[in-house]
Nanobody, 124 residues
């Protein structure tokens, strides 16, 4: 019943910027962790960045994107963003939005949901 809708992917030149958005909708009690992963053909899906909201907000980034990407979220809109600056050809991948969601109650189970993916292509 939960859906994640992504937007913002596209083609950009080296050194350019893109901003990805992902909005969660459906039966949602709370969202704790949201994040972005990416995948290229023949490779495992890898973590790009995550953000956790609880008593304290925490972010985590892959070493390859530190200093260039920024993850943020708007809890009122159940939306996570990924601002990507100084893009490199190696950033080219399908980017997937992720959210860990409790659909029932505060002490209920957490389910991991994924978006459909959005293509980011960085050309040189």
């Amino acid at each position: 019943q939960v859906q994640l809708v992504e937007s913002g992917g596209g083609l950009v030149q080296v050194g350019g910027s893109l901003r990805l958005s992902c909005a969660a909708s459906g039966t949602i009690f709370s969202i704790r962790t949201m994040g972005w992963y990416r995948q290229t053909p023949g490779n495992q899906r890898e973590l790009v960045a995550t953000i956790i909201s609880g008593g304290e907000t925490n972010t985590n980034y892959a070493d390859s994107v530190k200093g260039r990407f920024t993850i943020s979220r708007d809890n009122a809109k159940n939306t996570v963003y990924l601002q990507m600056n100084s893009l490199k050809p190696e950033d080219t991948a399908v980017y997937y939005c992720n959210a860990d969601i409790k659909t029932l109650r505060s002490d209920g189970p957490v389910f991991r949901y994924w978006g459909q993916g959005t293509q980011v292509t960085v050309s040189s």
